[in-house]
Structure formats: structure tokens, C-alpha cells
């Protein structure tokens, strides 16, 4: 983070991001200093509630993040900015986003937590456009232009308003991670289905409590031990504040529908007692050997996980991964369950034994019994994810000429990438395919 005194004394003179966070109400004259190598703006933090016309000076501007200040109206200043991909203005208290707010370049809008009713027909004309975050809003509707949004890749619309899912957002050709829990869709599910797993109860008072092992957008996890438990547990206690992907008891109800699964990580208890009353639950400690296996997207990746330069795998170590997330992937479609997030950032494996696990239901949505076409299409919109991800384990395969791992994960993966929804394979196909190449 930098400092007032930096930015005015010529300190910062070159830099090409900005963090700024100190209680500003308009923006530092200095910043235009920094026009000619300016390229990320954060003010996030602050108390703005509009910015100026001359922001178009910083004419290298590429990233600007104004979350957690005080703005009702999305700056139409924005728009004039010819190079802006990225704009976040999470947690504010925006009710309009004006056509010209809108930048002719953006790929990347957070409008997270704001106070939105509808958004303007000119957010389909963003050709750029792969990344649209609009949970915690009060949409009814979706604009009906953003069925020309062909490179849209993400799409979170959860806890907002919506009755219906647009007969046209199940053919978008890219959409691959979607989130839409927490609306009033009037949805049923079956008993069989994605009837919630009946889980013990745990009582705060008979954990004992370790270190914090993580944090994610809608909890804290920690490590504890349980009375009558032999081995350690994670806990996650939710923080119950809507997120990027939603509200954290929609990601509670999709962990609890989707099941045991080997190469999951679901809950084996829920929390009771907590001081606070907050919601937690008990999942099993994942093994120390265990690794992420990519991090998370970049500003310049924007959909896409990075990973670590000469990142490679032996061909059944790769087999190994995609077999297991594809099997749980197929157990969670099975029972009605859109993880919304599948991405090498959520899974762990082991780099010597080869086992993986699909965790993180952050984004998570359980999708209806009736209708079933309906619960088919959003499901097949995965697909594409699953396909991204053979991709990039094909990509990072050792060559090996007598191994058909590369060539599998491939061939499965352009099926899976298919830019007709309906096309492309049931999940459990693949999973059932990549498990018996496994075996050669």
C-alpha cells in the first residue's frame, strides 16, 4: 500500500500500479503525474463517491478497483478511458451504471455488493468482455443484448432478483464458470437428486482449536480437533457476507447436496454452538503433501489460471488428476449439483501418489429436477471448464511416445470445448473414458 507522502513527494514517479487507501474523498492531483506510466489504480477503501473528467489523463490506464467507497453512480469517465479492461467497484451503493460508463475495451466488471436493478443493453456491446460479477444485486432481469457477449467466460449473478434463466445464456459458446444460486427461480429438486446430506452436529465447546490454515471470499478455515475424532479436521467458519460468488448459506446447501465423494471435499459435520452464531463446518484435513495445483487468474489472464514457469507432469500423474475431478465433477452433476468454479486453483493433489481433490463451493448451485432440460443445459455449460482444464493438463504433459495421456486429455478436451453447449459429452463419458485410459 502506498502513502499521501510518497505520491506527493515524487517517490512513487514511474510506477505503473498505484494503491491508495487513506480515507480520500477526491482523487490526488498528483496521480496524473504518474499518467505516462500508470497502469493500475486502486482506491479501494476510501470515501469516493465520484472521479474526476481529467482520469482520462492517465492514458496508460489498463486496471481500476474502487470497492468499499461511496458510490451510487457508475462514472461515466470510465467510458472515455480507451485502454480500461478491468473495473471493479465491489461494496458500493451503485442503483445505475450508465451506457457511457461502460469502456469500449472492458473485459473484466465487478459490481458485486451494490444496488443494481438493471443493467444497460450496452453491456452486450463490449466485444472484449470475458468476466461479468454481479452477485448481491437486486437484477430482475439480464439484459437481453448480452446474448451477443460471445466471449463471455464467467458470469456470477447470484443473490440477486432474477425469476428466470434467459433461454439465450445457455448457448453462450465461452460461458464456463457460472454462478446463480440464491435467486427466486421457484425451483423443486427430488429426493433422489440432491437431497441434503443429514450431517452430525459438532459443538464448539468440543473442538480444539489450532491454526488458521486459509481464507476465502465467504469464510476463515481452521484446523481443530474434535473430541471422539481420531484425526484432525478443517473447520471453516462462514463469515455471512455475500462474496463474489454469493451468499455463503447457498455455498452451506451445495455442500451439503453434493455427497461423499473420494476426490471431493464435502463436510463430515456441521457446527453448533459457535459464540457468534456463525455457520461452520467440519471437513476432513487434507494431507500436507498435498499442493494447489495452479493459482488463481491474473489480471492479464482475466479466466485463466497461471502456473508456474516449466510446470510439467508425468503422463499418469495428469491421467491420474483429470481422471479423479472428472469422476467427482460426474458425482456432483449426478446429483444436481453446478460447482460454478471448476479451476486448477481448487484443486489439491499429491505430486507423488497423483490423488486429487475438487474443493471450493463458493460459486456452487444446486440446479432444479423440473425443469430437467433446463438442469441439463446449465450443466453442459461446465463441460466447458472441465475441457479448459484437459487442456491445460495436456499442455503441461511430459511428451512420452508411447503414452496416450496427451492425446486423450486432447481429444477430450477439444469435445468438451465445443462452442455448441448441447454438443458437447455428459460428464460422466469423460469421466468414464479418462478412467479407463488410466488403466493402461
Same mark, same amino acid.
Given at each position: 500500500?502506498?502513502?499521501?507522502?510518497?505520491l506527493r513527494s515524487?517517490a512513487?514517479a514511474g510506477t505503473?500500479?498505484?494503491?491508495?487507501t487513506c480515507?480520500?474523498?477526491?482523487? =490526488?492531483e498528483?496521480?496524473?503525474?504518474?499518467?505516462?506510466?500508470l497502469?493500475v489504480?486502486?482506491?479501494?477503501?476510501?470515501?469516493?463517491?465520484?472521479?474526476?473528467?481529467?482520469?482520462?489523463? %492517465?492514458h496508460?490506464?489498463?486496471?481500476?478497483?474502487?470497492?468499499?467507497?461511496?458510490?451510487?453512480v &457508475?462514472? @461515466?469517465?470510465?467510458?472515455?478511458?480507451?485502454?480500461?479492461?478491468?473495473?471493479g467497484?465491489?461494496?458500493?451503493r451503485?442503483a445505475?451504471?450508465?451506457?457511457?460508463?461502460?469502456p469500449?475495451?472492458?473485459?473484466?466488471?465487478i459490481?458485486?455488493d451494490?444496488?443494481l436493478?438493471?443493467?444497460?443493453?450496452?453491456?452486450?456491446?463490449?466485444?472484449a468482455?470475458?468476466?461479468?460479477?454481479?452477485?448481491?444485486?437486486?437484477?430482475?432481469a439480464?439484459?437481453?443484448?448480452?446474448?451477443?457477449?460471445?466471449g463471455l467466460?464467467? &458470469?456470477r449473478?447470484?443473490?440477486?432478483?432474477?425469476?428466470q434463466?434467459p433461454?439465450?445464456?445457455i448457448?453462450?459458446?465461452?460461458?464456463?464458470?457460472?454462478a446463480l444460486a440464491?435467486?427466486p427461480?421457484g425451483w423443486?429438486?427430488s429426493?433422489g437428486?440432491?437431497?441434503p446430506?443429514?450431517?452430525?452436529? #459438532?459443538?464448539?465447546?468440543d473442538?480444539?482449536?489450532g491454526p488458521?490454515?486459509?481464507?476465502?471470499?465467504?469464510?476463515h478455515?481452521?484446523q481443530?480437533q474434535?473430541?471422539?475424532?481420531?484425526q484432525p479436521?478443517a473447520l471453516?467458519i462462514f463469515?455471512?457476507?455475500?462474496?463474489?460468488?454469493?451468499?455463503?448459506?447457498?455455498?452451506?446447501a451445495?455442500? &451439503?447436496?453434493?455427497?461423499q465423494?473420494?476426490?471431493?471435499t464435502?463436510?463430515?459435520?456441521? %457446527? #453448533?454452538?459457535?459464540?457468534t452464531?456463525?455457520q461452520?463446518?467440519l #471437513?476432513?484435513?487434507? !494431507?500436507?503433501?498435498?499442493?494447489?495445483?495452479a493459482?488463481?487468474p491474473?489480471l492479464?489472464t482475466?479466466?485463466?489460471d497461471?502456473?508456474?514457469p516449466g510446470?510439467?507432469?508425468s503422463?499418469?500423474?495428469?491421467?491420474?488428476?483429470?481422471?479423479?475431478?472428472?469422476?467427482?465433477?460426474?458425482h456432483?452433476h449426478q446429483?444436481g449439483?453446478?460447482?460454478?468454479d471448476?479451476?486448477?486453483?481448487?484443486? %489439491?493433489f499429491?505430486? @507423488?501418489?497423483?490423488?486429487? /481433490?475438487?474443493?471450493?463451493?463458493?460459486a456452487?448451485?444446486?440446479?432444479?429436477?423440473q425443469p430437467?432440460?433446463l438442469?441439463?443445459?446449465?450443466?453442459?455449460?461446465?463441460v466447458?471448464a472441465l475441457?479448459c482444464l484437459?487442456?491445460e493438463?495436456a499442455?503441461?504433459?511430459?511428451?512420452h511416445?508411447?503414452h496416450r495421456?496427451? !492425446?486423450?486429455l486432447q481429444?477430450?478436451? /477439444?469435445?468438451?470445448l465445443?462452442?455448441? =453447449?448441447? /454438443?458437447?459429452?455428459?460428464?460422466?463419458?469423460v469421466?468414464?473414458?479418462?478412467q479407463?485410459?488410466r488403466?493402461?
Amino acid at each position: 500500500m502506498h502513502t499521501l507522502e510518497q505520491l506527493r513527494s515524487g517517490a512513487l514517479a514511474g510506477t505503473r500500479r498505484l494503491d491508495l487507501t487513506c480515507g480520500l474523498t477526491d482523487l =490526488p492531483e498528483e496521480v496524473f503525474d504518474l499518467a505516462d506510466t500508470l497502469e493500475v489504480l486502486n482506491l479501494s477503501g476510501n470515501r469516493l463517491h465520484d472521479l474526476p473528467h481529467q482520469l482520462t489523463r %492517465l492514458h496508460q490506464l489498463k486496471v481500476l478497483f474502487a470497492s468499499d467507497n461511496a458510490f451510487e453512480v &457508475l462514472p @461515466e469517465v470510465l467510458g472515455d478511458c480507451p485502454h480500461l479492461q478491468v473495473v471493479g467497484f465491489k461494496a458500493n451503493r451503485i442503483a445505475q451504471v450508465p451506457p457511457a460508463a461502460l469502456p469500449p475495451a472492458l473485459r473484466w466488471l465487478i459490481l458485486t455488493d451494490n444496488a443494481l436493478p438493471s443493467l444497460p443493453s450496452a453491456l452486450g456491446q463490449r466485444p472484449a468482455l470475458q468476466k461479468l460479477m454481479l452477485a448481491g444485486n437486486h437484477l430482475e432481469a439480464l439484459p437481453e443484448s448480452l446474448q451477443a457477449a460471445h466471449g463471455l467466460e464467467l &458470469l456470477r449473478i447470484s443473490a440477486n432478483r432474477l425469476t428466470q434463466v434467459p433461454d439465450w445464456l445457455i448457448e453462450l459458446p465461452r460461458l464456463s464458470w457460472l454462478a446463480l444460486a440464491g435467486n427466486p427461480f421457484g425451483w423443486t429438486w427430488s429426493a433422489g437428486q440432491s437431497t441434503p446430506v443429514c450431517l452430525p452436529r #459438532m459443538a464448539w465447546a468440543d473442538l480444539t482449536h489450532g491454526p488458521l490454515l486459509g481464507e476465502g471470499a465467504s469464510g476463515h478455515i481452521y484446523q481443530v480437533q474434535a473430541n471422539h475424532w481420531q484425526q484432525p479436521l478443517a473447520l471453516k467458519i462462514f463469515k455471512g457476507e455475500v462474496t463474489s460468488d454469493g451468499l455463503p448459506e447457498d455455498e452451506l446447501a451445495a455442500s &451439503l447436496a453434493a455427497g461423499q465423494h473420494p476426490a471431493l471435499t464435502t463436510p463430515v459435520a456441521r %457446527l #453448533m454452538g459457535h459464540p457468534t452464531q456463525a455457520q461452520g463446518l467440519l #471437513m476432513p484435513l487434507v !494431507p500436507a503433501a498435498h499442493v494447489n495445483l495452479a493459482g488463481p487468474p491474473s489480471l492479464q489472464t482475466c479466466t485463466r489460471d497461471i502456473y508456474p514457469p516449466g510446470f510439467q507432469l508425468s503422463p499418469n500423474l495428469a491421467l491420474g488428476i483429470a481422471a479423479d475431478v472428472a469422476s467427482a465433477l460426474a458425482h456432483l452433476h449426478q446429483r444436481g449439483v453446478m460447482h460454478g468454479d471448476l479451476y486448477a486453483h481448487n484443486i %489439491l493433489f499429491d505430486p @507423488e501418489h497423483g490423488q486429487a /481433490q475438487l474443493g471450493d463451493f463458493g460459486a456452487a448451485t444446486r440446479l432444479p429436477t423440473q425443469p430437467s432440460d433446463l438442469c441439463r443445459d446449465l450443466l453442459a455449460l461446465e463441460v466447458r471448464a472441465l475441457g479448459c482444464l484437459l487442456e491445460e493438463l495436456a499442455a503441461a504433459t511430459v511428451a512420452h511416445t508411447e503414452h496416450r495421456a496427451a !492425446p486423450t486429455l486432447q481429444t477430450w478436451g /477439444q469435445a468438451c470445448l465445443s462452442a455448441v =453447449p448441447h /454438443q458437447r459429452p455428459a460428464v460422466a463419458e469423460v469421466a468414464q473414458a479418462l478412467q479407463v485410459a488410466r488403466r493402461w
